[in-house]
Protein backbone atom coordinates (compact mmCIF):
# COMPACT_ATOMS: atom_id res chain seq x y z
CA UNK A 1 0.00 0.00 0.00
CA UNK A 2 1.01 3.69 -0.31
CA UNK A 3 1.56 5.10 3.07
CA UNK A 4 0.25 7.89 4.24
CA UNK A 5 1.89 11.46 4.42
CA UNK A 6 4.57 11.67 7.23
CA UNK A 7 5.19 7.79 6.88
CA UNK A 8 8.25 6.15 5.32
CA UNK A 9 8.90 2.24 5.12
CA UNK A 10 12.87 3.28 4.78
CA UNK A 11 14.42 3.00 7.71
CA UNK A 12 17.92 4.03 6.24
CA UNK A 13 18.61 7.20 7.26
CA UNK A 14 15.63 7.00 10.42
CA UNK A 15 17.12 8.24 13.58
CA UNK A 16 15.93 6.77 16.58
CA UNK A 17 13.09 8.16 18.70
CA UNK A 18 12.35 8.83 22.48
CA UNK A 19 8.98 8.48 23.86
CA UNK A 20 9.42 9.39 27.84
CA UNK A 21 6.00 10.72 30.46
CA UNK A 22 7.10 12.56 33.50
CA UNK A 23 6.98 9.34 35.42
CA UNK A 24 9.33 7.53 32.94
CA UNK A 25 11.51 10.48 32.41
CA UNK A 26 14.14 10.19 35.86
CA UNK A 27 14.68 6.19 34.80
CA UNK A 28 15.43 7.13 31.11
CA UNK A 29 18.12 9.80 32.40
CA UNK A 30 20.31 7.18 33.88
CA UNK A 31 20.39 6.06 30.86
CA UNK A 32 22.26 8.68 29.37
CA UNK A 33 25.96 10.80 29.44
CA UNK A 34 27.02 13.32 31.07
CA UNK A 35 26.81 15.95 27.94
CA UNK A 36 22.85 14.82 26.73
CA UNK A 37 21.61 15.63 30.50
CA UNK A 38 23.18 18.93 30.37
CA UNK A 39 21.90 19.30 26.87
CA UNK A 40 18.22 18.55 28.74
CA UNK A 41 18.71 20.33 31.66
CA UNK A 42 19.71 23.25 29.49
CA UNK A 43 16.37 22.95 27.23
CA UNK A 44 13.94 22.95 30.77
CA UNK A 45 13.09 19.38 28.95
CA UNK A 46 10.74 17.70 31.86
CA UNK A 47 8.90 14.87 29.75
CA UNK A 48 5.43 17.42 29.99
CA UNK A 49 2.94 16.18 27.73
CA UNK A 50 3.06 17.82 24.64
CA UNK A 51 7.23 18.93 24.60
CA UNK A 52 9.78 17.66 22.36
CA UNK A 53 13.42 18.23 22.24
CA UNK A 54 16.38 16.98 20.16
CA UNK A 55 19.87 15.01 21.54
CA UNK A 56 22.63 16.50 19.65
CA UNK A 57 25.41 13.66 18.80
CA UNK A 58 29.07 14.15 19.38
CA UNK A 59 29.47 14.59 15.35
CA UNK A 60 27.61 17.59 15.48
CA UNK A 61 24.62 15.45 14.31
CA UNK A 62 21.47 14.14 15.96
CA UNK A 63 21.75 11.75 18.34
CA UNK A 64 18.08 10.93 19.16
CA UNK A 65 14.58 12.88 19.31
CA UNK A 66 12.62 12.96 22.28
CA UNK A 67 8.89 13.27 22.84
CA UNK A 68 7.08 14.06 26.04
CA UNK A 69 3.87 12.28 26.22
CA UNK A 70 0.42 12.23 28.50
CA UNK A 71 -1.86 9.19 27.68
CA UNK A 72 -0.09 6.80 25.67
CA UNK A 73 -3.44 5.60 24.39
CA UNK A 74 -4.77 9.32 22.96
CA UNK A 75 -3.85 9.44 19.24
CA UNK A 76 -3.23 13.69 20.58
CA UNK A 77 -0.53 13.46 22.76
CA UNK A 78 1.69 12.61 19.69
CA UNK A 79 -0.42 14.97 17.00
CA UNK A 80 3.00 17.92 17.74
CA UNK A 81 5.32 15.36 17.01
CA UNK A 82 5.59 15.72 12.80
CA UNK A 83 6.19 19.03 13.15
CA UNK A 84 7.89 19.80 15.96
CA UNK A 85 10.71 17.42 14.69
CA UNK A 86 12.90 17.56 12.02
CA UNK A 87 11.44 16.78 8.68
CA UNK A 88 13.24 13.24 8.04
CA UNK A 89 12.57 9.86 9.38
CA UNK A 90 12.62 8.68 13.04
CA UNK A 91 12.19 5.28 14.42
CA UNK A 92 10.91 4.70 17.65
CA UNK A 93 13.26 3.11 20.21
CA UNK A 94 12.60 0.96 23.32
CA UNK A 95 9.31 -1.36 23.52
CA UNK A 96 5.83 -0.61 23.29
CA UNK A 97 2.30 -2.21 23.44
CA UNK A 98 0.22 -2.77 20.15
CA UNK A 99 -2.27 -0.20 21.47
CA UNK A 100 0.59 2.21 22.10
CA UNK A 101 1.94 1.87 18.71
CA UNK A 102 -1.33 2.19 16.82
CA UNK A 103 -1.97 5.07 19.23
CA UNK A 104 1.16 7.07 18.40
CA UNK A 105 0.71 6.14 14.31
CA UNK A 106 -2.58 7.12 14.63
CA UNK A 107 -1.53 10.88 15.98
CA UNK A 108 1.30 10.77 13.59
CA UNK A 109 -0.96 11.07 10.60
CA UNK A 110 -3.50 12.95 12.16
CA UNK A 111 -0.98 15.67 13.20
CA UNK A 112 0.75 15.76 9.64
CA UNK A 113 -2.23 16.92 8.22
CA UNK A 114 -1.93 20.28 6.39
CA UNK A 115 -4.94 21.86 3.94
CA UNK A 116 -2.94 22.34 0.77
CA UNK A 117 -4.88 22.39 -2.07
CA UNK A 118 -4.39 26.36 -2.53
CA UNK A 119 -1.06 27.71 -0.48
CA UNK A 120 2.00 25.32 -0.19
CA UNK A 121 2.80 24.55 3.61
CA UNK A 122 5.43 25.91 5.25
CA UNK A 123 7.33 22.57 5.63
CA UNK A 124 6.59 18.64 5.23
CA UNK A 125 6.42 16.96 8.54
CA UNK A 126 8.85 14.60 9.94
CA UNK A 127 8.38 10.88 8.97
CA UNK A 128 7.47 7.87 11.50
CA UNK A 129 9.38 4.97 10.01
CA UNK A 130 6.37 1.91 9.83
CA UNK A 131 6.56 -1.59 8.66
CA UNK A 132 5.29 -1.39 5.01
CA UNK A 133 2.68 -4.63 6.67
CA UNK A 134 1.32 -2.03 9.38
CA UNK A 135 -2.08 -1.79 10.71
CA UNK A 136 -4.08 -0.47 7.39
CA UNK A 137 -6.64 0.32 10.10
CA UNK A 138 -4.80 3.13 11.24
CA UNK A 139 -3.80 4.13 8.14
CA UNK A 140 -7.84 3.78 6.97
CA UNK A 141 -8.91 6.24 10.15
CA UNK A 142 -6.57 8.70 9.20
CA UNK A 143 -7.58 8.83 5.36
CA UNK A 144 -11.17 8.98 6.94
CA UNK A 145 -9.96 12.10 9.73
CA UNK A 146 -8.36 14.01 6.58
CA UNK A 147 -11.29 13.35 4.26
CA UNK A 148 -13.52 15.54 7.04
CA UNK A 149 -11.00 18.09 6.93
CA UNK A 150 -10.39 18.40 3.14
CA UNK A 151 -14.28 18.31 2.99
CA UNK A 152 -14.68 21.45 5.20
CA UNK A 153 -11.78 23.33 4.61
CA UNK A 154 -12.54 23.49 0.68
CA UNK A 155 -14.34 26.75 0.06
CA UNK A 156 -17.53 26.55 -1.30
CA UNK A 157 -16.99 27.44 -4.83
CA UNK A 158 -15.21 24.38 -4.67
CA UNK A 159 -17.36 21.69 -2.43
CA UNK A 160 -21.09 22.78 -3.59
CA UNK A 161 -23.74 20.19 -3.79
CA UNK A 162 -22.53 19.49 -7.22
CA UNK A 163 -19.35 18.94 -5.88
CA UNK A 164 -20.68 17.00 -2.65
CA UNK A 165 -22.35 14.77 -5.51
CA UNK A 166 -18.74 14.40 -7.62
CA UNK A 167 -17.05 13.22 -4.11
CA UNK A 168 -19.95 10.59 -3.01
CA UNK A 169 -19.82 9.38 -6.70
CA UNK A 170 -15.83 8.87 -6.97
CA UNK A 171 -16.25 6.42 -3.53
CA UNK A 172 -18.60 4.90 -4.58
CA UNK A 173 -17.47 3.67 -7.73
CA UNK A 174 -13.81 3.24 -6.15
CA UNK A 175 -15.93 0.70 -3.31
CA UNK A 176 -18.39 -0.88 -5.43
CA UNK A 177 -21.76 1.00 -4.05
CA UNK A 178 -24.76 2.43 -5.95
CA UNK A 179 -25.63 5.72 -5.77
CA UNK A 180 -28.50 7.33 -6.64
CA UNK A 181 -28.79 11.40 -6.96
CA UNK A 182 -32.38 13.23 -7.03
CA UNK A 183 -31.46 17.15 -8.37
CA UNK A 184 -33.74 20.38 -8.35
CA UNK A 185 -37.16 19.97 -9.49
CA UNK A 186 -36.89 16.00 -9.16
CA UNK A 187 -36.81 16.29 -5.60
CA UNK A 188 -40.29 17.53 -5.71
CA UNK A 189 -41.50 14.72 -8.08
CA UNK A 190 -39.94 12.32 -5.45
CA UNK A 191 -41.61 13.83 -2.44
CA UNK A 192 -38.62 15.37 -0.96
CA UNK A 193 -40.40 18.69 -0.34
CA UNK A 194 -38.74 20.06 2.67
CA UNK A 195 -34.82 20.07 1.26
CA UNK A 196 -36.30 21.63 -2.11
CA UNK A 197 -37.74 24.45 0.00
CA UNK A 198 -34.40 25.09 1.43
CA UNK A 199 -31.92 24.65 -1.34
CA UNK A 200 -34.28 26.24 -4.08
CA UNK A 201 -33.37 30.06 -4.00
CA UNK A 202 -29.86 28.96 -5.10
CA UNK A 203 -28.26 29.11 -8.42
CA UNK A 204 -27.07 25.79 -7.34
CA UNK A 205 -29.46 22.81 -7.45
CA UNK A 206 -30.32 20.80 -4.18
CA UNK A 207 -30.14 17.71 -4.25
CA UNK A 208 -30.42 14.58 -2.73
CA UNK A 209 -27.52 11.87 -2.59
CA UNK A 210 -28.05 8.25 -1.58
CA UNK A 211 -25.16 5.60 -1.55
CA UNK A 212 -26.20 1.90 -0.58
CA UNK A 213 -23.44 -0.56 -0.07
CA UNK A 214 -23.04 -4.03 1.32
CA UNK A 215 -24.83 -7.34 1.54
CA UNK A 216 -28.26 -7.93 2.37
CA UNK A 217 -27.64 -10.34 4.93
CA UNK A 218 -25.73 -8.17 7.17
CA UNK A 219 -27.11 -5.94 9.47
CA UNK A 220 -28.55 -2.69 7.98
CA UNK A 221 -27.24 1.10 9.00
CA UNK A 222 -28.20 4.29 7.86
CA UNK A 223 -25.94 7.50 8.35
CA UNK A 224 -27.12 10.57 7.54
CA UNK A 225 -25.49 13.60 7.24
CA UNK A 226 -26.47 17.59 6.73
CA UNK A 227 -24.73 19.01 3.55
CA UNK A 228 -25.29 23.06 3.65
CA UNK A 229 -22.71 23.94 1.78
CA UNK A 230 -23.36 27.28 2.80
CA UNK A 231 -25.71 29.17 4.95
CA UNK A 232 -26.24 32.65 4.12
CA UNK A 233 -29.16 32.24 6.93
CA UNK A 234 -31.68 32.80 4.26
CA UNK A 235 -33.37 35.67 4.66
CA UNK A 236 -33.37 35.80 8.53
CA UNK A 237 -29.35 36.69 6.96
CA UNK A 238 -26.74 35.97 9.07
CA UNK A 239 -24.01 39.14 10.59
CA UNK A 240 -21.00 38.84 8.64
CA UNK A 241 -18.56 37.03 11.81
CA UNK A 242 -21.36 34.52 11.73
CA UNK A 243 -21.26 33.88 8.28
CA UNK A 244 -17.63 33.95 7.83
CA UNK A 245 -17.14 30.02 8.05
CA UNK A 246 -20.40 28.91 7.09
CA UNK A 247 -18.76 26.81 4.52
CA UNK A 248 -17.75 24.39 7.44
CA UNK A 249 -22.44 23.76 7.86
CA UNK A 250 -21.61 20.55 5.50
CA UNK A 251 -19.41 19.23 8.68
CA UNK A 252 -22.07 16.84 9.14
CA UNK A 253 -22.29 15.37 5.50
CA UNK A 254 -18.26 15.46 5.90
CA UNK A 255 -18.65 12.97 9.03
CA UNK A 256 -21.19 10.55 7.32
CA UNK A 257 -19.15 10.25 3.81
CA UNK A 258 -16.15 9.30 5.43
CA UNK A 259 -17.53 6.70 8.23
CA UNK A 260 -19.02 5.62 5.14
CA UNK A 261 -16.23 5.52 3.56
CA UNK A 262 -14.10 4.00 6.47
CA UNK A 263 -16.82 1.32 6.45
CA UNK A 264 -16.10 0.15 2.64
CA UNK A 265 -12.68 0.72 2.94
CA UNK A 266 -12.40 -1.51 6.16
CA UNK A 267 -15.07 -4.38 4.47
CA UNK A 268 -17.03 -3.92 7.71
CA UNK A 269 -19.89 -6.73 7.64
CA UNK A 270 -22.76 -4.22 7.68
CA UNK A 271 -25.01 -2.93 5.25
CA UNK A 272 -25.09 0.57 4.93
CA UNK A 273 -27.26 3.55 3.62
CA UNK A 274 -25.74 6.46 2.88
CA UNK A 275 -27.94 9.82 2.89
CA UNK A 276 -26.64 13.24 2.16
CA UNK A 277 -29.28 16.23 1.15
CA UNK A 278 -27.12 18.85 0.09
CA UNK A 279 -28.50 22.33 -0.74
CA UNK A 280 -27.38 26.11 -0.16
CA UNK A 281 -29.10 28.05 1.76
CA UNK A 282 -29.26 31.22 -0.45
CA UNK A 283 -30.70 34.75 -0.64
CA UNK A 284 -33.04 35.14 -3.59
CA UNK A 285 -36.22 35.51 -5.26
CA UNK A 286 -36.96 32.23 -4.39
CA UNK A 287 -35.59 31.68 -0.61
CA UNK A 288 -38.20 30.34 1.50
CA UNK A 289 -39.72 33.16 3.43
CA UNK A 290 -40.24 33.33 7.71
CA UNK A 291 -44.15 32.37 8.14
CA UNK A 292 -44.24 29.83 5.15
CA UNK A 293 -45.73 26.62 5.49
CA UNK A 294 -44.11 23.56 3.99
CA UNK A 295 -44.70 20.57 3.38
CA UNK A 296 -42.15 17.37 4.30
CA UNK A 297 -41.89 13.95 3.37
CA UNK A 298 -43.69 12.35 6.61
CA UNK A 299 -46.39 14.92 5.92
CA UNK A 300 -46.46 17.01 9.03
CA UNK A 301 -46.54 20.34 7.86
CA UNK A 302 -43.76 23.41 9.54
CA UNK A 303 -43.63 26.72 9.70
CA UNK A 304 -40.43 28.24 9.26
CA UNK A 305 -39.77 30.55 12.30
CA UNK A 306 -36.22 31.20 11.17
CA UNK A 307 -35.08 30.74 8.17
CA UNK A 308 -31.42 29.85 9.67
CA UNK A 309 -32.84 26.90 11.25
CA UNK A 310 -32.42 25.23 7.88
CA UNK A 311 -30.45 22.54 9.13
CA UNK A 312 -33.17 20.53 10.62
CA UNK A 313 -35.43 21.27 7.99
CA UNK A 314 -33.52 19.39 4.99
CA UNK A 315 -32.84 16.53 7.53
CA UNK A 316 -36.37 15.80 8.22
CA UNK A 317 -36.65 14.71 4.66
CA UNK A 318 -33.53 12.63 4.60
CA UNK A 319 -34.52 10.57 8.21
CA UNK A 320 -38.22 9.98 7.56
CA UNK A 321 -36.34 8.27 4.00
CA UNK A 322 -33.67 6.51 6.22
CA UNK A 323 -36.41 4.85 8.62
CA UNK A 324 -38.48 4.02 5.47
CA UNK A 325 -35.64 1.53 4.31
CA UNK A 326 -35.71 -0.51 7.48
CA UNK A 327 -32.17 0.38 9.45
CA UNK A 328 -31.51 -1.83 12.53
CA UNK A 329 -29.69 1.67 13.74
CA UNK A 330 -29.74 5.47 12.12
CA UNK A 331 -26.89 7.85 12.91
CA UNK A 332 -27.24 11.13 12.15
CA UNK A 333 -24.59 13.73 12.15
CA UNK A 334 -24.58 17.43 11.63
CA UNK A 335 -23.84 21.16 12.49
CA UNK A 336 -26.84 21.83 13.80
CA UNK A 337 -26.56 24.41 16.87
CA UNK A 338 -24.84 27.07 18.02
CA UNK A 339 -26.25 26.09 21.27
CA UNK A 340 -24.74 22.99 20.96
CA UNK A 341 -21.27 25.36 21.43
CA UNK A 342 -22.09 27.23 24.30
CA UNK A 343 -23.40 24.33 26.45
CA UNK A 344 -20.33 22.01 25.26
CA UNK A 345 -17.97 24.60 23.57
CA UNK A 346 -15.92 23.51 20.99
CA UNK A 347 -14.39 20.43 21.47
CA UNK A 348 -17.30 18.31 22.65
CA UNK A 349 -20.12 17.16 20.46
CA UNK A 350 -23.19 16.88 21.90
CA UNK A 351 -24.84 13.53 21.20
CA UNK A 352 -28.76 12.67 21.65
CA UNK A 353 -30.14 9.28 21.45
CA UNK A 354 -33.45 7.82 22.02
CA UNK A 355 -32.08 4.72 22.99
CA UNK A 356 -29.90 4.21 26.30
CA UNK A 357 -27.91 1.74 25.02
CA UNK A 358 -26.60 2.97 22.00
CA UNK A 359 -25.69 6.12 23.47
CA UNK A 360 -23.90 3.94 26.25
CA UNK A 361 -22.27 2.07 23.16
CA UNK A 362 -21.30 5.35 21.42
CA UNK A 363 -20.17 6.96 24.38
CA UNK A 364 -17.83 4.01 25.61
CA UNK A 365 -16.43 3.78 22.40
CA UNK A 366 -15.50 7.47 22.47
CA UNK A 367 -13.58 6.77 25.77
CA UNK A 368 -11.75 4.46 24.74
CA UNK A 369 -10.39 5.80 21.40
CA UNK A 370 -9.92 9.23 23.08
CA UNK A 371 -12.65 10.30 20.91
CA UNK A 372 -15.19 12.55 23.31
CA UNK A 373 -18.73 13.22 23.07
CA UNK A 374 -21.25 14.02 25.66
CA UNK A 375 -24.71 12.90 25.78
CA UNK A 376 -27.53 15.83 25.98
CA UNK A 377 -31.48 15.12 26.96
CA UNK A 378 -34.11 14.85 25.16
CA UNK A 379 -36.37 16.80 27.33
CA UNK A 380 -39.51 16.09 25.09
CA UNK A 381 -41.47 18.87 27.63
CA UNK A 382 -39.59 21.45 25.55
CA UNK A 383 -41.40 20.30 22.14
CA UNK A 384 -43.86 23.58 23.44
CA UNK A 385 -41.02 25.38 22.01
CA UNK A 386 -41.80 24.16 18.66
CA UNK A 387 -45.56 25.08 18.70
CA UNK A 388 -47.23 26.49 16.26
CA UNK A 389 -51.00 27.69 16.02
CA UNK A 390 -51.38 26.81 12.04
CA UNK A 391 -48.90 23.60 11.37
CA UNK A 392 -48.08 20.78 12.72
CA UNK A 393 -44.28 21.66 14.01
CA UNK A 394 -42.20 25.05 13.69
CA UNK A 395 -38.70 24.53 12.82
CA UNK A 396 -37.72 27.52 15.48
CA UNK A 397 -39.38 29.52 18.47
CA UNK A 398 -39.06 33.06 20.42
CA UNK A 399 -37.34 31.26 23.27
CA UNK A 400 -33.71 31.18 23.43
CA UNK A 401 -33.61 28.03 25.84
CA UNK A 402 -32.43 24.56 25.42
CA UNK A 403 -31.46 25.26 21.40
CA UNK A 404 -29.54 22.07 21.35
CA UNK A 405 -32.37 20.42 22.94
CA UNK A 406 -34.95 21.66 21.10
CA UNK A 407 -33.23 21.23 17.29
CA UNK A 408 -32.85 17.52 18.13
CA UNK A 409 -36.37 16.91 19.42
CA UNK A 410 -37.16 18.74 16.12
CA UNK A 411 -35.57 15.83 14.31
CA UNK A 412 -36.71 13.01 16.43
CA UNK A 413 -40.45 13.98 15.65
CA UNK A 414 -39.25 12.55 12.18
CA UNK A 415 -37.86 9.34 13.71
CA UNK A 416 -40.14 6.45 14.03
CA UNK A 417 -40.23 5.49 18.01
CA UNK A 418 -39.23 1.94 17.81
CA UNK A 419 -36.41 2.65 15.36
CA UNK A 420 -33.43 3.08 17.09
CA UNK A 421 -31.06 6.22 16.59
CA UNK A 422 -28.98 8.67 17.28
CA UNK A 423 -27.97 12.34 16.58
CA UNK A 424 -24.17 13.98 16.94
CA UNK A 425 -23.92 17.76 16.96
CA UNK A 426 -20.68 18.99 15.69
CA UNK A 427 -18.70 21.60 15.89
CA UNK A 428 -16.03 20.35 12.82
CA UNK A 429 -14.00 23.09 13.60
CA UNK A 430 -10.90 24.18 15.04
CA UNK A 431 -11.03 27.60 15.38
CA UNK A 432 -6.55 28.58 16.15
CA UNK A 433 -4.05 26.18 15.82
CA UNK A 434 -3.24 23.07 18.46
CA UNK A 435 -0.85 20.48 17.90
CA UNK A 436 -2.26 17.70 16.18
CA UNK A 437 -4.89 20.14 15.67
CA UNK A 438 -4.64 22.62 12.81
CA UNK A 439 -6.82 25.71 12.16
CA UNK A 440 -10.36 24.63 10.23
CA UNK A 441 -11.88 21.04 9.68
CA UNK A 442 -11.99 18.86 12.04
CA UNK A 443 -13.33 15.39 12.54
CA UNK A 444 -15.24 14.78 15.72
CA UNK A 445 -16.68 11.51 17.05
CA UNK A 446 -16.42 9.66 14.10
CA UNK A 447 -13.99 7.53 14.93
CA UNK A 448 -16.28 6.69 18.38
CA UNK A 449 -18.62 6.07 15.72
CA UNK A 450 -16.70 3.51 13.66
CA UNK A 451 -15.38 1.27 16.58
CA UNK A 452 -18.94 1.20 17.85
CA UNK A 453 -20.08 -0.19 14.44
CA UNK A 454 -17.37 -2.51 14.29
CA UNK A 455 -18.13 -3.58 18.02
CA UNK A 456 -21.75 -4.36 16.47
CA UNK A 457 -20.98 -5.84 13.15
CA UNK A 458 -18.67 -8.39 15.62
CA UNK A 459 -21.68 -9.26 17.23
Known amino acids: MTLPLGFTDDASDALPLVLVSRASLKTWRETLADAA ?18 VPGGDGGIAAGVLGVGDPLDPYSYGHAPFAL ?16 DALRLGWGIGSYRFSRYKAPPRAPARLLVEATGNDEVFDLVAASWRVRDLINTPTEHMGPAELEAVAREIAERHGAAI ?43 LVGKGVCFDTGGLDLKPAEGMRWMKKDMGGAAHAIALAELIMARKLPLRITLLVPAVENAVGPD ?28 LCDALTYAAEQAPELLLDFA ?30 AGAQQRDPLWRMPLWRPYLRYLTSHIADLANGGPSKMAGSVTAALYLERFVPAELPWA ?3 VYSWNDADRPGRPAGGEAQGLRAAYAMLKARSAR
Do not use: K
Not at 40 to 52: E, M, N, T, V
Not at 91 to 100: K, M
Open 423 to 425: HLD
Open 86 to 101: PARSWRIEGQHDAATL
Open 287 to 314: AFRPGEVIATRQGVSVEIDNTDAEGRVI
Open 180 to 222: EVATGEELIAQNFPAIHAVGRASHRAPRLIALRWGDERHPHIA
Open 37 to 54: LAWLDAHGFDGAPGSAVI
Open 335 to 364: TLTGAARIALGPDLPALFANRDEVAAEWLE
